[in-house]
Structure formats: structure tokens, C-alpha cells
């Protein structure tokens, strides 16, 4: 989760200096880029919530017999997971920084380039949802 | 009142009443929920359970929410004014954004066609989000499970994937998975038939992450401060209300998106 949460973080800021830039050079078009940063940051928060899940599973999955197999099994999907969302989260987080430099210039733009935005990040998900895949994959079907 | 709406609220509120009672019963205690979560997880990967079996508390908030919906539509429907009272001023604002978006992003005549779907998903979301604030024994938000999340995700999976066949044929909407041409088209192939199922998945987990993230987070808090009120409602409203509000329209908005590249 720790590892994780930096990819999110790291994007989310990005977004967030991207909207107070458009905020400052064009006063009118701040209520477009907030609009455009809050779903951008949504999405980009997306890696962090994998991390998130696979860390709740983690926690509270009850395990039976715990052989060393198991127990390196159960460590690598939580470093896999961590580092996993480290990359979307930063990625899509640019992506929604972009996304606001334009609607800051082009507001009248505004539902091209947030269907763009989307589109590239759910595309950029991709790795997140390989990661997730294969911790849970190590979480439950790695035995003894 | 006419006698005829009398008759149909009576039924509504009758119905509530069923749904409630059904809570009841099959209450499940909201400290253990922490421990439970798991128990609901792998419920759809059928390991514990087997394949058929039913998370109760889902399906009784789903089927609350359904009922608060048709009570809510019925009544503002009824007695439609050209001068909106309040409440059919604010439906009328969320259906008139949800029109405006969709004519943007898919074009006039189309975006009609799909504002009742894309509008419905958004109402249904924001209101299974919502429904978790109410502090109410057994009244706990539908999308906290995976199951309703998968479920709307692979509805506007199958909505997009459709709509395309439908408007580009089978062998256009084929072609766009080779989209540039020669051998380049024929490797991103693979890359694109996985990366629809990336779509699908990130989908439904964003939306069942957030939810059920910010439920478990409120109960740990809860436990951590002793139960103290102030915590609850401030963590409430911000992990409740605006995160609901910004899931669901990020869930609508994607559903929206995914069908536009797909008819566009």
C-alpha cells in the first residue's frame, strides 16, 4: 500500500499544479479545469485503491497452514501490487494535468479533451490490472 | 391525492417495509463487517462458496434503492408544471446536464438516444453511494460489493461492444481492433482485446475500491476514537458524499466515454 500510494500521489499533485496554473493565466476558465482535474484525479486515484484492496485482503484474509511457499507468495503480491500502481498512478495523474492545461486554453473543447484524458487512462491502466491480476492470483491460488 | 396514487404509495411504502423486515433478519453485525469483508470478496471467485450463492445484504439495499427510485420518479413525475416546483427543478438539472454532456461528446442525435442509460447509471450509483450515510442498522451502500460493481461494468461493456456492432457492422467494429494497418495492426491485436478487458475491470474496481475503501476506513475510525460523533459525520461527508458524488459521475462519465469510442 505504501508503495503504491507515492504512483497516486505523485500524479494527483501533478494535476492539481496543472489546475492552479490554468486558475492563474485564465481566471474564467477555472470552473471547466476544476471539473476536468477532479475527474482526472479521480481516475488517477485508481492504482492507490487496487493497493488499497489488495492490502485489506491481505490483512484480513484468514490463512490456514502457512508453509514458506505461501508466506513468499502472500509478500510478493503486496510488493507486486505496491509497485504495480506506483507507474499508472503517476501516468494517468500527468495525463489529468495535461487535460487541464488544455481545457485552460480551449474550454470550449472541454468535452473532446476529457473524453481523450479518459480514454488514455483507462488504456494506461493496463498495468495496473496486470499487477492486481496476479496478486490475487498469488494470494489465492499459491498453496503450501 | 387521487385514490389511485394513494394506492400506489401505500404499495411503495409496503414495500419498503418487506425489504426492511428482510434486512432484519439477515442482519449481519456492522463491527464484524470489517473481518466479513473477505467473505464477500471471494464469494464471486466462488473459492469458499459455491458458485450460486447470493450476498443477501446486497441484493435487499439493491432492491431499497430500486424502490426509493420508482417512489422518487413516480412522485415528481405525477405533476409536472412548466413552472418546476423544487424537487422537479433538481431532477430536471441532473437530467439536463447528463443531455448537454451526452449531445457534446456524441453528437446530437445520438447522444439522445443514450442519455436514458447513461443518466440511469449515474442516478443508480450516486444513490447506492449515498444510501451508506444513513446510519441505519443493515442499510449498507450495494456497491461496496464486487459483484454490483462487475455487474454495471460488464452492462456498459456490452452496451459499448454492441452499440458498435450495431452501427459499424460486425466487420468494422472487427477492424478497429487492427486499427493501424499491416503488420504493426496485426500485433497491437493481443494488446487490444486485453486492454478491453482492462477497461472492463478497471471500471468496476475503481467504483468497488472507493466504496468499500471509504466504508472500512469509517468502521476502523469509529473503533479507533471510541465511537466519537464528530469524527463519524465529518469522515462521513467527505468519504460519503463527495466521494459517492465524484465515483458516480466518474463511473457515468467512463460509461459515456467507452461508448463514444465505440459508435464514434
Redesign the interface.
Known amino acids: 500500500m505504501g508503495l503504491g500510494a507515492i504512483g497516486s500521489a505523485i500524479g494527483e499533485g501533478f494535476a492539481a499544479l496543472s489546475a492552479v496554473q490554468v486558475t492563474t493565466r485564465q481566471p474564467k476558465a477555472s470552473d471547466d479545469a476544476l471539473a476536468t482535474m477532479?475527474?482526472g484525479m479521480?481516475?488517477a486515484?485508481?492504482p492507490g485503491?487496487?493497493a488499497?484492496?489488495i492490502a485489506?485482503?491481505l490483512a484480513?484474509?484468514?490463512i490456514e497452514a502457512t508453509g514458506l511457499v505461501q508466506a513468499a507468495a502472500l509478500l510478493g503480491a503486496g510488493i507486486c501490487m505496491g509497485m504495480g500502481a506506483m507507474g499508472p498512478g503517476i501516468g494517468e495523474g500527468f495525463a489529468a494535468g495535461q487535460a487541464c492545461r488544455g481545457v485552460g486554453r480551449q474550454p470550449g473543447n472541454?468535452?473532446m479533451i476529457?473524453?481523450t484524458m479518459?480514454?488514455g487512462q483507462?488504456?494506461s491502466?493496463?498495468t495496473?490490472?496486470?499487477s492486481?491480476?496476479i496478486a490475487i492470483l498469488l494470494i489465492?491460488v499459491v498453496h503450501g | 391525492m387521487s385514490k389511485k396514487s394513494k394506492i400506489i404509495y401505500l404499495v411503495g411504502f409496503i414495500c419498503l417495509l418487506c425489504i426492511w423486515t428482510g434486512m432484519m433478519i439477515h442482519i449481519e453485525p456492522q463491527v464484524k463487517n470489517?473481518?466479513e469483508?473477505?467473505e464477500k470478496?471471494?464469494n464471486i471467485?466462488g473459492?469458499k462458496h459455491s458458485f450460486f450463492s447470493i450476498n443477501i445484504s446486497t441484493i435487499l439495499n439493491s432492491w431499497l434503492i430500486i424502490a426509493i427510485l420508482i417512489l422518487i420518479a413516480y412522485s415528481v413525475g405525477r405533476k409536472l408544471t412548466k413552472i418546476p416546483g423544487k424537487a422537479q427543478t433538481i431532477t430536471e438539472f441532473i437530467i439536463s446536464s447528463f443531455d448537454h454532456?451526452c449531445a457534446?461528446?456524441l453528437g446530437a442525435d445520438i447522444g439522445r438516444k443514450y442519455l436514458p442509460f447513461v443518466s440511469t447509471v449515474f442516478i443508480f450509483v450516486l444513490l447506492s453511494n449515498w444510501i451508506g450515510i444513513v446510519p441505519v442498522l443493515g442499510i449498507e451502500e450495494p456497491t461496496r460489493d464486487l459483484n454490483t460493481t462487475l455487474g454495471l461494468g460488464l452492462i456498459c461493456a456490452f452496451v459499448a461492444h454492441g452499440s458498435g456492432i450495431k452501427v459499424k457492422g460486425f466487420k468494422g467494429y472487427c477492424k478497429e481492433y487492427i486499427e493501424p494497418g499491416g503488420i504493426i495492426g496485426w500485433c497491437m491485436l493481443p494488446l487490444n482485446i486485453?486492454?478491453e478487458?482492462?477497461?472492463v475491470?478497471?471500471?468496476s474496481?475503481?467504483l468497488?475500491?472507493?466504496i468499500?475503501?471509504g466504508s472500512?476506513l469509517i468502521l476502523v475510525l469509529l473503533e479507533l476514537s471510541r465511537q466519537l460523533l464528530p469524527v463519524y459525520i465529518v469522515f462521513q461527508i467527505f468519504f460519503g458524499i463527495f466521494v459517492g458524488l465524484?465515483?458516480a459521475?466518474?463511473f457515468a462519465?467512463?460509461a459515456l466515454?467507452?461508448i463514444?469510442?465505440k459508435v464514434a
Open positions: 477532479l475527474i479521480a481516475v486515484e485508481s485503491i487496487f488499497l484492496f485489506i485482503l484480513l484474509t484468514e472541454k468535452p476529457i473524453r479518459l480514454i483507462a488504456v491502466e493496463s495496473a490490472i496486470y492486481l491480476f489465492y | 470489517v473481518g469483508a473477505p470478496i471471494t471467485f473459492l454532456l457534446d461528446t486485453v486492454g478487458f482492462a477497461k475491470g478497471s471500471h474496481i475503481r468497488f475500491g472507493n468499500l475503501g472500512v465524484v465515483q459521475f466518474v462519465m467512463l466515454a467507452y463514444s469510442v
